[in-house]
């Protein structure tokens, strides 16, 4: 009386594909003063179901950091206290490439056999910022559900290292970034 379902291929073909997807996100680390969000955009083509070259473009919404409030407001109320320069991330854009070295699949409650993907990837480009721009890179990982022949979700972390530029001096410094993110992609 049991039944066992067994899928040894995988259930989604990604030979020769495209998928394009959009995210939304939160970003840790960077200038203690500046809190940040992140809507991103990505476009893969699965070369195999195990390699993909890519773009990932983040969209930067940035404002000032509870601690950010308290300092500038004490600057503004005494001028002894000194004012930080910050310089706000505003976009960035990179070609990724992307390696999934292994899959599986799911059961949810005997509803249907969902596949998974987890992989990681490594990319270049550019970090535009308030004062400028910069080079980029990024390194990170994730895992990507597909609901459907054509619809997956992703959960990613990426560690994004840019730098920013101080307008007094122009002194350049190294920032670096967690990006962690939710989104969902459609395979065409």
């Keep these: 009386n049991n039944r066992v379902r067994v899928v040894q291929n995988r259930s989604v073909d990604r030979d020769l594909r495209f998928e394009f997807g959009v995210n939304y996100g939160t970003i840790a680390g960077g200038d203690a003063y500046v809190?940040?969000?992140?809507l991103g955009?990505?476009?893969?083509?699965h070369i195999t179901p195990k390699i993909s070259l890519g773009v990932r473009h983040l969209d930067i919404n940035s404002a000032l950091s509870a601690e950010g409030k308290r300092v500038m407001d004490a600057s503004l109320a005494d001028s002894n206290v000194l004012r930080p320069e910050i310089d706000f991330p505003e976009s960035s854009t990179m070609g990724v490439i992307t390696l999934y070295p292994m899959y599986g699949?799911?059961?949810f409650f005997d509803v249907g056999i969902t596949q998974f993907d987890v992989y990681m990837l490594g990319g270049y480009g550019q970090m535009k910022t308030q004062n400028g721009s910069s080079p980029t890179w990024t390194a990170g990982g994730g895992i990507g559900i597909w609901w459907a022949k054509h619809i997956s979700s992703r959960i990613e972390a990426r560690y994004q290292d840019y730098q920013d530029t101080l307008t007094t001096n122009g002194v350049s410094r190294e920032q670096g970034i967690t990006s962690f993110s939710v989104g969902i992609g459609f395979l065409l």
């Design 35 to 38: 809190d940040s969000s992140a």
């Design 41 to 45: 955009f990505m476009a893969d083509f």
């Design 105 to 107: 699949k799911l059961n």
